[in-house]
Structure formats: structure tokens, C-alpha cells
């Protein structure tokens, strides 16, 4: 028979987080530390819009690019944040989850042969999306020691006259680095200077805990440029609800929405109602779990420091990304050990890129309770390796 697969398809690797995932959801006693999901339920509030908009019948479809309530919370919630303006009828759709809106984003812009500049470690989704356009993704390795950070001379090392796309993908998971505004600046003199657009994917852009987080779209001359990327899922707690939203030039928009028409329809209604009353309402729960957040941050650096673990200090999102370098082992070896010695699951640096090789992405969204029981055995098996060097 003829093969019925796609070789694209065949070719693109799959996510390197689910195999520790799988395992997991197997052993018992098992802590995950890999799950990049907020441990807080949906604010009562929010679950409440969305019971009551089923109750009212509700169910029908929404117009392709969202409720127009949404669409409109949408732009009063990134005026009242970043001071950006959108025409909530031309520049901004409502999405299934972040994720779809960074799909067909991709989808929109890029033909064959066009190259897309891909930050590392990063975000799971960006490589194969791109690849799935038969476009080149180029990647970007990070460095520790810019904590992560993305430079313009790292920019212009990359670029060719084939670069059609940058992805900023800050606060960045899986590291936790963030983008000032002075190194967004330096980016953005690139982009314009060499024509280039920006995906932005700032799904993690309420969690930040070293002043407010800036929007490369807000600098002058960006916002034309910009695909700004977000959602409900991390600042509100809102995962399963699978709701996001994507601000960009009508003319990007105009094609974004046409694929989400053909693929998608529309996001789910009930989701949508429950995100007015997030967006209208919300702001006090995310700065309730941003606090949360910040303290496990601050307990994770602390431990990890005190077991001698090289770990910069992130300002973003709700991850840690320890250096395992000193032990000799690959990621992928120290995790797998980890897990079969201590019952603690994490996820190897490599999931995210190769220049991920050395280091674990380690989620803190979880109690700190939880987090006080893992670190405990983390502590032990980190002694374990100290000794085993100490022997050889």
C-alpha cells in the first residue's frame, strides 16, 4: 500500500515534556514537577459567567473571530495594560488556546523557503508550526550568561535576506527570562531596519515579578509589525477552558481569521463568556496567584542555590531552569535518574532545544507544600551525585 502519511509530518519530531508525563501517570508516590499548569482553580467568578451563559442557552456558535464583547475586553484589557489601541472589529480574534492563534499566524505569513528566527530554549510549538508552512525555522541559541535574554547582535548573526518572522517569545518558558525594554528596543531597530515582523507570544505577560511586562508593540513603530499573541489559560487559571487571542494589523488579521474559519469555526462560546468576566473582572485574582507565584519562585532559587546548583534568578512566567552541568549527566540522564531514584519528575533542558543540554525546566505551579516535599528528594539525590563524584 502507498504511505498513507505526510513525510512532513514523519519528519517532525514529538514534544519532548510528555515522555516523563507518561511515566508519571504510572508510578505512585510520583511528584511532577513538569506541568506547566497553573495548581489554582478557575476564580469562582469566571466559572460562574460560564455555568450561567450555559443555563441561558448560550450554545450556539460566536462569530469566526469571537464574541464581539470579548473582542472588545480584549482591547480595553491591552489599552489599560500596555497603552496599546486595537480595532477590535479588524485586528484582534479570539483563539482556541494561545497555541492555535501562533499556528495560524504562521499559516498567514510564510510561504516556502521563508525563514522564521526562533529564540532557544523555547516554547515547544514554534519549530514544527513552522515547519509545517515548509518554511525554515532558524533557531537562536540563548546564553546563561545574558540570563536567557535575546540580543540584537544575536538577531543579526542569524539574519539573511530570507528572514520574514522573529518569535519573541518572553516571559519565556521554559527559562523564566524576561525582556526590558531597553533590550527590546535594540530588537526593535533591527526589525525595522531590516523589514522584518514579530510574533510575540505573551501568554506569560501577567506573570512577571520585576516591574510590568512590555510589549515589544508598544515601541514606536512596532505595533505594524507585531502579531501579539496571548490568553487565559496561565494568568487566569483558565487551562481547560483552551481560550486565547491574537492582536495584529488588519491585514495579517484578515488572513488569520480565514484559516480559523476553515480549520476551527469558532473558540468555544462558553469559554468565551466566562473570559468578559475574566477580563473585566479578574484583575485582583491574577494578582492574588502572581504572589503566590513570586514567594515559590523565591523558595525554589533559595533551594536550589543551597544544594550548590547554579540557577539564575528568572523574572518571568513559573519556571526555574537549574544548571545540572557540574554532575557530568546529560538532561536527559539526570532527569530519567531523578525519576526512578526519588520519584520526581522534571523535564530535561533538550525538550526546549538543544542549547537546553545542561539544564531542567522545574514548574512552580504547584503548592508549596508539594514543592517542599519534592526539593527534599531533589536535595537527596544532588547529595548522591556529590558523593558518587567524590568517590571516583
Not at 32 to 47: A, K, N, Q
Not at 302 to 327: N, Q, T, W
Request: with cysteine.
Amino acid at each position: 500500500m502507498r504511505d498513507p502519511l505526510s513525510q512532513t509530518i514523519k519528519d517532525i519530531k514529538p514534544s519532548g515534556i510528555r515522555k516523563f508525563f507518561d511515566i508519571v501517570s504510572e508510578m505512585k508516590d510520583a511528584i511532577s514537577l513538569g506541568v506547566g499548569e497553573p495548581d489554582f482553580d478557575t476564580p469562582w467568578h469566571i466559572r460562574e459567567e460560564g455555568i450561567y451563559s450555559l443555563e441561558k442557552g448560550r450554545t450556539f456558535y460566536t462569530s469566526n473571530a469571537g464574541l464581539k464583547e470579548l473582542k472588545v475586553e480584549v482591547c480595553n484589557y491591552l489599552k489599560r495594560k500596555q497603552g496599546l489601541e486595537y480595532d477590535y472589529n479588524k485586528e484582534v480574534m479570539i483563539t482556541v488556546g494561545g497555541s492555535e492563534a501562533i499556528d495560524i499566524a504562521f499559516r498567514a505569513m510564510l510561504d516556502p523557503g521563508d525563514e522564521v528566527l526562533i529564540p532557544e530554549p523555547c516554547y515547544v510549538s514554534y519549530v514544527p508550526c513552522v515547519e509545517l508552512t515548509h518554511a525554515v525555522p532558524v533557531t537562536i541559541p540563548l546564553k546563561e550568561e545574558n540570563q536567557f535574554r535575546l540580543t540584537k547582535e544575536e538577531v543579526l548573526e542569524k539574519l539573511t535576506d530570507k528572514t520574514k518572522i522573529l518569535v519573541l517569545p518572553f516571559p519565556n518558558n521554559p527559562t523564566g527570562a524576561i525582556m526590558e525594554r531597553e533590550d527590546l528596543e535594540a530588537i526593535a531597530e533591527v526589525c525595522i531596519e531590516h523589514d522584518i515582523y514579530v510574533l510575540s507570544d505573551e501568554i506569560y505577560a501577567e506573570l512577571t515579578y520585576k516591574g510590568d511586562h512590555v510589549s515589544i508593540a508598544q515601541l514606536p513603530g512596532m505595533k505594524e509589525r507585531t502579531i501579539l499573541i496571548n490568553g487565559f489559560s496561565k494568568a487566569f487559571a483558565m487551562t481547560g477552558w483552551r481560550l486565547g487571542f491574537a492582536a495584529a494589523p488588519a491585514v495579517i488579521m484578515e488572513q488569520m481569521i480565514k484559516i480559523h474559519q476553515f480549520a476551527i469555526m469558532c473558540a468555544p462560546t462558553t469559554s468565551q463568556y466566562a473570559a468578559v468576566e475574566a477580563l473585566k473582572h479578574g484583575d485582583k485574582d491574577v494578582q492574588t496567584m502572581r504572589e503566590s507565584y513570586n514567594q515559590r519562585r523565591r523558595y525554589l532559587i533559595h533551594e536550589f542555590r543551597d544544594m550548590g546548583l547554579d540557577c539564575f534568578e528568572p523574572y518571568g512566567a513559573f519556571y526555574v531552569f537549574p544548571s545540572i552541568k557540574k554532575f557530568g549527566l546529560t538532561s536527559e540522564e539526570f532527569a530519567t535518574r531523578l525519576l526512578q531514584e526519588e520519584k520526581v519528575a522534571v523535564v530535561p533542558g533538550t525538550a526546549f532545544g538543544d542549547c537546553g543540554e545542561g539544564f531542567l525546566r522545574i514548574s512552580y505551579a504547584y503548592s508549596l507544600d508539594n514543592l517542599k516535599i519534592a526539593l527534599g528528594r531533589v536535595r537527596n539525590f544532588v547529595t548522591r551525585l556529590q558523593e558518587e563524584q567524590e568517590t571516583k
